[in-house]
């Protein structure tokens, strides 16, 4: 007589009342209860390879014929533009056996795995699972920014606020006329179908659905407690691992410079490798196997889930009779109930093994014990191969106690090149060269940078004797001018600047000395802020060791970036105990980056190594000189054009601690908070093609020095704002960060509605303002209205200097300062627009 064999869900759907409808339902879908305070149940699939042992032609056979739907869906020219984009953990093998089918496209998944050297290219929240952070890590930034049709898989489609979320995040940046979402259930209620249709519409785009099987899940009131009541009425504790145990290590020969998964992209020239090279790691893995072997499960590792299933047909295609199954590891908490109505029969638990970067913590093998396994293949990333994968209580050790031989096998971790070199790659391959400036002349290009080789450059200066900061907080790669008499009176530099008679780097301003009422204004700015700026000082140091790792070279922008690179090298000891080295130098609007001073990092450190730091953004003139000033450098190295600011209201790059446009009390004062450094000076007269660009330290002003009490005041809030730190890492780390350039379509629109015509004389921002206040001949300041006491230092310095200040709405900054147009001495800079040429 036939045995009937229960669906496994039946447990759950008599105690809970959860259940399935739609057709065909049954046949792909379980049921088991998550330990999740989100969720109560977890809708388990069979043919996914996650928490269900499977044959893998099953697992790769039902997702390939998804993929083959979508492409007969695109038609074939808009296929050849397509992408797509799998989600972590449990559908990154589902959407790259879904790009298999499709054929010939590009594959990217999320991770939830940082990895140092590879800036976030977008982000995401998934709200209903027990991990909820997405990171999108393109080992090529352009893998996201085409117009063509992006394909979204997940295993899973219950509201589509997952898929919203993806879009809304990448066609802000990217828009496409078409996105294809992929799932092998579709669960969604008729609300959430209308729900996404209604948000296509919006965006002006088509969203089509492919699914393998559709329906729903009736929840009766109360089954989120009801739930969690008998989870903790029925937990039982984990079975306990093997004390000794025999270890077969097999060497794949995994394929050079083949990924091992789609973390950071996967094109169709690695797919064709991989294929070459299966046959034979499929006979490594069948000659391993233990004698007698008949039942074989090959284990891969939460996101690791290609390469061990198509390992796992690999090895079925080369041995005789024996039943390979293949499913992954999780970190997703669920309970086990040895009964046949319930999806989840067993559960191995173990720690971490991967360093993951939100800390330790448990992660599980779900029907493996107890499943009669003559060996598992445990196939592991070398990322992976740690000694927690070894340890007493570890994966290894508790595979070892359910089955009679376990097996490694390590694909080799694919380590993406330096992000900086796609980026110069994508820059030049756009043709950003000689770009003409705003007023139409090309800019001049800086003499070739000195051989260290040849001509030993100097040694960085450094304090005390060259500025008022301790010798180990930074070393100025500077010439020392202090003896050279090079301030001029503002006016006159306005009109030198203006009439194209003089560069602005020439010469200096007078050094502004705050009256009493600034000086107090500033040590309450700095008070009221110290725990503000600390967050963000923490949040940028943060990205930078995550995305650049503990190897990192600091290089501020003297002299506003250089307490913010003092700051940062302080935090990364605070909470790190690292070293970091921090040099300043120069680099000059129009003139670009002093070329010496790369030649001497180049020739002291790793250049990859090197993050520039500066202050904040305005409207991004110095982050495209920067770019500019990297790629035309020819030293030993290749320098990484980004910039790491506190603040970037502007939008103008990708690492930065806020996007916020707050004071920053540094911006207030000029050398009495900046080490008693002038600005940088570059003149040919005194600074030759040996030299580095100059600067002055002003030792007469150590009397008003409050460098020291801006970065003690900063520091001392480190400790107050670590939790703040941490949280605002993890949501920066999953969030688009790419450059907007808000702020340049903003200054571009000021320029012409004020009757500017010129971009440099618009400076957006709390900190440009401030500068414009300080060194130049302001005309008027325009505060975003409602903005409070983050602008009574500009108030009061305009009030001071007969500036009006007028309120309007609509900036994307709380301020921006006008410079005089079409300045001469005769103008007071207080007439109104119509400013006349003289």
């Keep these: 007589m036939a045995t009937h064999t229960p669906w496994p869900g039946q447990w759950v759907a008599d105690r809970l009342g959860i259940g399935l409808v739609g057709e065909g339902l049954h046949a792909v879908l379980g049921l088991a209860l998550r330990r999740n305070p989100k969720r109560a149940h977890l809708l388990v699939s069979n043919i996914l ?42 559908a990154t093998g589902l959407g790259h056996c879904v790009a298999d089918g499709i054929g010939g496209v590009p594959y990217l998944h999320s991770t939830r795995r940082e990895v140092a050297g590879v800036a976030a290219g977008g982000g995401f929240q998934e709200e209903h699972s027990h991990a909820t952070g997405h990171l999108l890590l393109p080992e090529d930034p352009a893998l996201l920014a085409g117009s063509g049709p992006l394909v979204l898989v997940d295993d899973e489609f219950s509201t589509g606020q997952t ?41 002006g785009a088509r969203v089509d659905v492919v699914a393998l099987v559709a329906g729903a899940v009736t929840l009766p009131e109360g089954v989120l407690e009801r739930g969690q009541a008998l989870v903790a009425a029925h937990e039982t504790p984990p079975p306990a691992p093997a004390d000794f145990y025999d270890l077969t290590h097999v060497e794949l020969d995994w394929p050079a410079g083949v990924p091992d998964g789609g973390r950071h992209g996967f094109l169709p020239e690695h797919r064709a490798a991989l294929e070459a090279a299966l046959p034979a790691m499929g006979r490594r893995l069948a000659a391993a196997l233990p004698p007698g072997a008949r039942r074989v499960l090959v284990l891969g590792n939460e996101e690791l889930m290609y390469a061990p299933l198509r390992l796992a047909e690999a090895l079925r295609q080369h041995t005789d009779g024996v039943d390979v199954r293949y499913s992954t590891t999780t970190r997703s908490p669920v309970l086990a109930v040895d009964d046949p109505g319930y999806a989840i029969r067993s559960r191995i638990v173990f720690p971490a093994h991967d360093e993951p970067s939100d800390g330790p913590g448990d992660r599980y093998a779900y029907n493996v014990a107890g499943a009669g396994f ?44 330096p992000r900086l070199h796609a980026r110069l790659r994508s820059r030049l391959a756009a043709g950003t060269e000689s770009r003409p400036r705003p007023n139409g002349h090309a800019a001049p290009m800086s003499p070739a940078p000195v051989s260290a080789a040849a001509r030993p450059l100097p040694e960085p200066l450094r304090g005390p004797a060259f500025s008022s900061y301790a010798a180990d907080e930074v070393g100025w790669l500077l010439k020392d001018l202090s003896e050279v008499e090079l301030e001029a009176p503002t006016e006159e530099r306005e009109e030198a600047i203006q009439s194209g008679g003089a560069h602005y780097a020439e010469s200096l301003p007078v050094e502004y000395q705050p009256s009493a009422d600034y000086q107090n204004l500033f040590k309450a700015a700095l008070d009221g802020s110290a725990e503000r700026i600390a967050r963000a000082v923490g949040a940028v140091t ?34 790190h105990g690292l070293d970091l080295p921090h040099y300043a130098v120069s680099i000059v609007r129009g003139r670009g980056i002093d070329r010496n001073a790369l030649s001497w990092l180049a020739a002291h450190h790793d250049a990859a190594n090197a993050v520039f730091v500066d202050g904040w953004t305005g409207k ?47 911006a207030c004062l000029n050398s009495t908070v900046s080490g008693l450094i002038s600005r940088t000076v570059l003149r040919a007269d005194l600074t030759g093609p040996d030299d580095f660009h100059g600067a002055k330290f002003y030792r007469e002003l150590a009397g008003a020095d409050v ?23 993890k949501s920066l780390r999953s969030t688009d960060r790419s450059p907007t350039w808000a702020g340049w379509a903003a200054v571009e629109r000021i320029s012409e509605e004020y009757g500017i015509g010129d971009v440099n004389l618009v400076k957006p921002g709390v900190g440009e303002t401030t500068r414009v206040l300080l060194r130049r001949v302001p005309w008027r300041i325009l505060a975003q209205r409602g903005v409070g006491a983050d602008l009574d230092h500009v108030r009061l310095l305009a009030a001071q200097r007969g500036v009006p200040v007028e309120e309007v709405d609509g900036l994307p900054y709380s301020c921006v300062g006008l410079i005089h147009p079409r300045y001469t001495r005769g103008a007071t800079g207080t007439d109104g627009k119509a400013v006349e040429a003289k």
């Design 49 to 90: 390879g996650k928490h269900v042992p499977q044959d893998p032609r099953a697992v790769y056979g039902s997702a390939y014929a998804l993929g083959e739907r979508v492409r007969g869906l695109l038609g074939p020219d808009a296929v050849a533009d397509a992408v797509v984009l799998g989600y972590a953990e449990t």
């Design 542 to 575: 943060e990205l930078v060791l995550a995305e650049r790792g503990p190897d990192a070279v600091l290089v501020s922008l003297a002299r506003a970036g250089t307490p913010v690179g003092v700051l940062m090298r302080r935090w990364a000891r605070h909470a």
């Design 620 to 666: 991004g003139a110095i982050t495209r000189e920067l770019a500019e000033a990297v790629r035309d450098f020819d030293g030993e190295g290749v320098f990484d054009p980004g910039i790491a600011v506190l603040a970037d209201p502007g939008g103008c790059v990708s690492t930065y601690g806020t996007r916020d446009d707050f004071l920053i009390p540094s």
């Design 163 to 203: 898929i919203l979320n993806t879009i809304r995040d990448l066609h802000g940046r990217h828009p496409r006329e078409r996105y294809v979402v992929v799932a092998l259930t579709d669960m969604r209620s008729a609300a959430d179908r209308a729900r996404m249709d209604d948000f296509a519409a919006g965006l």
């Design 707 to 729: 460098s020291g009490l801006f970065l003690d005041t900063v520091t001392a809030a480190f400790d107050r704002v670590g939790d703040a730190v941490a949280e605002d890492v």
């Design 374 to 417: 003559d060996a598992v293949v445990c196939v592991i990333d070398s990322a992976g191969e740690t000694p927690e994968l070894y340890g007493p209580g570890g994966l290894i050790a508790q595979l070892a106690a359910h089955t009679g031989g376990v097996l490694v096998a390590v694909v080799p971790t694919y380590r993406p090149r």
